[in-house]
T-cell receptor, first 116, second 114 residues
Framework: SAVISQKPSRDICQRGTSLTIQCQVD?????MFWYRQQPGQSLTLIATANQGSEATYESGFVIDKFPISRPNLTFSTLTVSNMSPEDSSIYLCSVEGETGKVTEAFFGQGTRLTVV | AQSVTQLDSQVPVFEEAPVELRCNYSSSVSVYLFWYVQYPNQGLQLLLK??????LVKGINGFEAEFNKSQTSFHLRKPSVHISDTAEYFC????????????FGGGTRVLVKP
């Protein structure tokens, strides 16, 4: 299993500002995933972050709005840029159990973001 | 592209009663199937998974699910719920040999009443 720590756990931000969310894993992992969970909705994958390469974004998400860093095998950040109230969501970091094997995904506790 | 449908957005149930949460997926290829639970203000925790083999899968906290390939379903059941089972439940699908992308259903909110 993997233990994932996310910071901050919640924040209230002014529109037009940016927030960087940190994700720390207790073991080295190849791929890290960032999800968005809008109020009352399911999880939507934002992007996949591999160490040493640019993140791969899903349809509807762009790097300018959600820049991601992946400096090493245990850490990643997601920035929500130029925020608007529509960005109010829970943002979750996730990793796979074992590289090359089909195991479950592990999730951080999430960052609850409110944009006012 | 695959999709996952959870047919019930909310399921109220009395304590000690059984509960079934329905999940259907659309995919013409083999899939891996998962059920996750999200307690209030927490991340997701795996309840159980189906990769291959027996179609009846047992998970944590007394939950089980049955994979039905012909009906493309993976319904979650518990014979007797507790107040502590109040949470959001998500069904998720991953296509075999198609990378690690998970597709989630819309979620089912279970409210256990005393």
């Amino acid at each position: 299993s993997a233990v994932i720590s996310q910071k901050p756990s919640r924040d209230i931000c002014q529109r037009g500002t940016s927030l960087t969310i940190q994700c720390q894993v207790d073991s080295q992992v190849t791929m890290m995933f960032w999800y968005r969970q809008q109020p009352g909705q399911s999880l939507t994958l934002i992007a996949t972050a591999n160490q040493g390469s640019e993140a791969t974004y899903e349809s509807g998400f762009v790097i300018d709005k959600f820049p991601i860093s992946r400096p090493n095998l245990t850490f990643s950040t997601l920035t929500v840029s130029n925020m608007s109230p529509e960005d109010s969501s829970i943002y979750l970091c996730s990793v796979e159990g074992e590289t090359g094997k089909v195991t479950e995904a592990f999730f951080g506790q999430g960052t609850r973001l409110t944009v006012v | 592209a695959q999709s996952v449908t959870q047919l019930d957005s909310q399921v109220p149930v009395f304590e000690e009663a059984p509960v079934e949460l329905r999940c259907n997926y659309s995919s013409s290829v083999s899939v891996y199937l998962f059920w996750y639970v999200q307690y209030p203000n927490q991340g997701l925790q795996l309840l159980l998974k189906y990769l291959s083999g027996s179609t009846l899968v047992k998970g944590i906290n007394g939950f089980e699910a049955e994979f039905n390939k012909s009906q493309t379903s993976f319904h979650l059941r518990k014979p007797s719920v507790h107040i502590s089972d109040t949470a959001e439940y998500f069904c998720a699908v991953r296509i075999v040999a198609a990378g690690n992308k998970l597709t989630f259903g819309g979620g089912t909110r279970v409210l256990v009443k005393p």
